[in-house]
């Protein structure tokens, strides 16, 4: 899966703008879209997270 790479950096950036989402990793649908480049809201432990 070449989006491993992409994964990744989607995780970090949410991490890093958003460190009260520690549920993020366990968010598979939010790390899916994110890769795929979907700009939709999603609800991770409360916080609104949109994928960059």
Partial sequence: MQ????????IFE???RHPEATGIKDDVETLI?????????KRV???GVSPA
């Fill in 3 to 10: 989006n491993g790479t992409t994964l990744t950096r989607c």
């Fill in 14 to 16: 949410e991490e890093r």
């Fill in 33 to 41: 879209e994110c890769a795929a480049g979907k700009r939709t809201q």
């Fill in 45 to 47: 432990e409360g916080v």
